[in-house]
């Protein structure tokens, strides 16, 4: 059975002491017995505090982003290497805001999966559709398309660390949210995707979760679809009481 993850992007903000405050409040509420696996994203000057602080409790620590080069002369980036160093187990890869802000391809995206996967860092993969992809009927072309560019060349095997993130673009940070039925569909579409390309044991063990204008409310509908395995978490996860909601709203 595939255990609810929740992960919480936070994006560009809190400061260090911020989030020691806001990571000692949620460690406290979480507990070493959550019915879900935890994952929280700092931003990167607060990882070194956040990875020291979250050793021994069972909130795991990601990254927002990382370079997918190992060392060099490439100013402001972050390695595989130095996200671990830090102390973080996951990273978070190809979301929708570095995809636009950022100009970064499904082949740049592709990369820096593998080489995540290949350092021993977990990842979680965004992919969705904008609003007028959706208008348009082009929801399965586009996520078809950035999961099989993202994946391109990518042993299965190496895939087993891999959850992928469902954020259609439209519900990012709007206040709108994907409707249980809709969000199901495109989740059964991507696990059918990956049956065909990986065989129906990797398809059914891999996770797959939500992420869009996610809270305690909309998600507790949300996770009684059956291939809705989890959130990421915007906005929500700012707070440890909203953020623990989500938690304990699977249970």
Request: contains cysteine; proline residues 3%.
């Amino acid at each position: 059975m595939r255990k609810i993850l929740i992960a919480g992007n936070w994006k560009m903000h809190k400061s260090i002491p911020e989030t020691l405050e806001l990571l000692s409040l949620l460690a406290g509420k979480v507990g070493a017995a959550s019915p879900a696996e935890v994952v929280v994203a700092p931003p990167f000057t607060a990882l070194s505090a956040a990875g020291k602080l979250l050793s021994g409790t069972s909130i795991l620590l990601a990254a927002q982003n990382m370079s997918q080069n190992p060392e060099g002369a490439f100013t402001g980036e972050i390695s595989a290497a130095m996200l671990m160093d830090a102390g973080c187990q996951w990273v978070i890869l190809g979301h929708s805001e570095r995809r636009s802000l950022y100009d970064e391809t499904n082949g740049v995206i592709c990369q820096k999966i593998k080489v995540a996967l290949e350092n021993g860092l977990k990842v979680i993969f965004c992919l969705g559709e904008t609003a007028s992809q959706r208008a348009g009927g082009k929801t399965q072309d586009v996520v078809r398309g950035q999961m099989e560019l993202g994946l391109r060349n990518l042993d299965v095997g190496l895939l087993a660390s891999l959850v992928i993130a469902y954020e259609p673009v439209w519900a990012i940070g709007t206040g709108k949210n994907a409707t249980p039925h809709q969000a199901q569909e495109v989740h059964r579409f991507i696990r059918s995707e990956l049956e065909k390309k990986y065989g129906s044991e990797f398809a059914e063990s891999t996770r797959i979760i939500y992420g869009g204008s996610v809270t305690s409310e909309n998600f507790q509908n949300l996770s009684l679809e059956p291939d809705i395995d989890g959130a990421l978490v915007g906005g929500a996860s700012l707070d440890a009481d909203s953020f623990y909601d989500i938690i304990t709203s699977v249970t």
